[in-house]
């Protein structure tokens, strides 16, 4: 029985190889008040102002109108006051576009970071001829072969067609460890920017010039590719009509308060208006999105679109693989069991010459068995042989030489396969198909034309760990499905063993794909993740699709977020980042919509006290002239925002607790928080002008 090293999936390879000291993933830790990106943030906030981007933000750009309106007014008839006002439209203005520039700095320094990883290297290019080439790694495209070996950093991203080697993806995923990537199988695919630290591996090209992985992630961190979200859109729009319906109330005032013989200056008007209008959530609502998106990006999470990071905090169902995702992954064969009257050497030579140009980690670990055990020596085969690659959807592979056809794959297809041809099952195969199973291992049937020779035990092993992350989820309200092509027997006891709610066996592609539409349908979202090509139209067809950075290209691309750790459970992390950037936004917004009411009982009062004494009633808080009053609402409305960027950009604290008791708990400190704090805030700015002699 070999000694089986099981190597962990995502980061296999000879323990303690001196690998790059990257900064841990893509960026450094940065504190949320780097004074450099504050400082950058500030001169950003003055760029913002230009028309053209503050129309973005509706309700600050109304602000920014305001303000210059203010400005006209303050220089034809200049007071202390309208100077005052003036300059405290402004700085909302200012303070909302440094919130922004806030949260966007920690991408530009994290873009320059990367920029800096992605060196430009020479590439080996081979010719048709098989004659070597360099070229600049930016003029390699599509489908070009490169040779890498020991020392190499890869040209650009591809996928390994020939051979094995240990790479160093310290620059993309901060993990020193080395990880092996080798051709065939789940973890072909290779990022550039990485560095090959053994062996010699020749790699297709997958990702056109400027378009590689490191590139997106520059684009994408960098904020430049940042679509707003659904929710986001939604709630500007929303605030947006509340701005809209606000304006006209206020501007009807005017004649109005002239009709009853008051004079309601337009100062006074318009700081009503920014008072009124929902300035708070409009200032913080992009800082919020930005930073969301970034807290995953500090988890080494690509979300391709801010959508993904929405739905991750919406998910209710959670779909895992289970080999690589669940167990380790590198499944082992480690152990022949003929049948039939054959013996074990007939069974070893026909699997491994089934598996020859098996280049899945299974096939490759049977040709290794066979070789242990019986010194099979890989024998150069007929001209005329035929290999038939393994594949999700028949479950088999085998190959096609000299008159013989030998399958190798799961139970029920090969049984299918031997009766079609006309052979007959032994009676002593399906109890040691069931023994191997019951125990978690996956049996592989050996078919030489219509005749069973066997069975192969591959070994797997449930990683550690796991089955607290699930109970966890579940605590979140989230239900884990285990999907897996392997049997049922397995799967149940890899599903026991994990603790998952529900398994789905001998899944081929679109039955993942049925499986994640029908809890779609029942109106949950759905969250995968996945490494290999066939979890492609699943991860597509997901709403959070996560694939891992050791996957293939086309899993990758299927996917809208990116985990460069290739560590699935880190679905709960994302799940919980988006649950927490939905929170923070519900709560500033709450918190907003709540602070503009108290704003009534301090300018309407001081609006009207001169025509309608009886108003002064409202003035509850007892400001000190009508000026004061307007004055400290405004001063207060710019302060609120800078008080609330650290909030904005940090989330509120998310604690997997029922998703009702957070929403009561948030509701009720920045609902009952936004009414009581303005009146303390603008009492005390209040007294403040006031001892300053000022009104
Ligand atoms: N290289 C191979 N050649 C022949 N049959 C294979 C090979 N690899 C896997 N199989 C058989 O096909 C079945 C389905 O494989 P598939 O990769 O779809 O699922 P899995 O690897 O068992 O689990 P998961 O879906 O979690 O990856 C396996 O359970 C195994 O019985
Ligand atoms: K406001
Ligand atoms: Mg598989």
Not at 10 to 38: K, N, T, W
Not at 148 to 171: F, L, Q, R, W, Y
Not at 244 to 260: D, K, N, S
Not at 475 to 496: C, K, W
Request: glycine share 10%; charged share 20%.
């Amino acid at each position: 029985m070999p000694d089986l090293k099981v190597l962990d999936a995502g980061h296999s390879g000879a323990p303690g190889q001196p690998g790059v000291p990257g900064e841990r993933g893509l960026v450094s830790r940065r504190s949320l008040f780097d004074g450099r990106i504050m400082r950058v943030a500030a001169v950003d906030a003055l760029r913002k102002l230009d028309p053209r981007i503050q129309i973005k933000n509706p309700v600050m750009f109304v602000v920014l109108i305001g303000t210059v309106i203010t400005l006209l007014e303050a220089i034809a008839h200049p007071s202390v006051f309208s100077w005052s006002v003036m300059i405290w439209l402004l700085l909302t203005v200012l303070f909302a576009n440094f919130a922004e520039a806030m949260a966007e700095g920690r991408g530009k320094a994290q873009a320059d970071t990367l920029r800096r990883t992605r060196t430009q290297t020479d590439a080996r290019r081979l010719r048709r001829d098989g004659a070597e080439e360099r070229v600049p790694a930016a003029e390699l495209s599509t489908g070009d072969l490169v040779v890498c070996e020991a020392g190499d950093v890869i040209p650009s991203d591809g996928e390994i067609t020939e051979g094995a080697a240990s790479v160093d993806e310290s620059a993309i995923t901060g993990e020193s460890a080395p990880v092996i990537r080798e051709s065939g199988g789940d973890r072909s695919a290779v990022t550039g920017g990485t560095r090959v630290l053994s062996d010699r591996i020749v790699v297709r090209i997958t990702a056109e010039p400027g378009q590689t992985f490191l590139d997106r992630m520059i684009s994408l961190v960098e904020g430049a590719k940042r679509q707003k979200t659904p929710n986001e859109i939604a709630l500007t729009i929303l605030l947006s009509a509340l701005t809209l319906i606000f304006i006209p109330v206020v501007v009807v005032l005017q004649p109005f308060g002239e009709f009853a013989g008051g004079q309601v200056s337009v100062i006074v008007l318009i700081a009503l208006i920014v008072c009124l209008i929902p300035t708070t959530i409009g200032a913080l609502l992009s800082a919020i999105g930005i930073a969301g998106m970034d807290r995953l990006v500090q988890h080494n999470v690509l979300a391709m679109s801010g959508r993904a990071v929405e739905a991750a905090g919406d998910v209710q169902t959670l779909l895992l693989d289970k080999t690589g995702t669940i167990t380790m992954g590198n499944r082992m064969a480690s152990e022949f069991y003929p049948v039939g009257g054959f013996s074990e050497g007939d069974l070893a030579e026909a699997a491994q010459l089934a598996s020859l140009a098996d280049e899945t980690p299974e096939g490759r670990s049977i040709v290794v068995l066979a070789k242990q055990h019986f010194g099979l020596r890989e024998r150069d085969l007929a001209p005329d042989h035929v290999f038939v690659p393994f594949s999700a959807t028949t479950r088999m592979s085998g190959l096609d030489t000299d008159g013989r056809r030998i399958r190798k794959g799961a139970a029920d297809a090969i049984k299918r396969w031997v009766t079609e041809q006309g052979g007959t099952l032994p009676a002593e195969l399906d109890p040691i198909v069931e023994r191997i199973a019951r125990a978690g291992a996956t049996p592989l049937v050996v078919a030489d034309e219509a005749r069973v020779l066997g069975v192969i035990e591959l070994k797997d092993v449930v990683k550690q760990g796991i089955a607290e992350r699930f109970a966890e989820l579940r605590g979140v309200g989230i239900r884990t499905i285990m999907v897996t092509g392997d049997n049922p027997l397995t799967a149940a006891a890899i599903a026991q063993e994990a603790g998952v709610d529900d398994y789905l066996a001998e899944a081929t592609p679109d039955a993942k794909m049925r499986l994640i539409k029908a809890e779609q349908e029942g109106g949950k979202l759905v969250a995968m993740t996945g490494d290999g090509t066939n979890d492609a139209p699943a991860l597509a067809q997901a709403d959070v699709g996560v694939a891992m950075n050791t996957g293939t290209t086309a899993a990758k691309e299927a996917g809208n977020m990116v985990d460069l750790d290739s560590n699935p459970t880190k679905l709960i992390e994302i799940v919980e980042i988006g649950k927490q950037l939905l929170m923070t936004r519900g709560a500033l917004t709450t918190f907003s919509i709540a602070n503009d009411v108290a704003k009534y009982f301090a300018i309407i009062p001081a609006l009207f006290v001169s025509t309608y004494p009886q108003l002064d009633g409202l003035n509850i808080m007892g400001l000190h002239s009508p000026q004061s009053a307007v004055l400290s609402a405004v001063i207060f409305n710019a302060l609120v925002i800078i008080a609330l960027i650290p909030l904005a950009l940090r989330g509120v604290r998310f604690r997997p607790s029922g998703a009702t008791a957070i929403l009561r708990r948030n509701v009720l400190i920045y609902g009952l928080g936004g009414l009581i704090v303005p009146f303390i805030g603008m009492k005390l700015i209040d007294l403040i002008l006031t001892a300053l002699g000022a009104y």
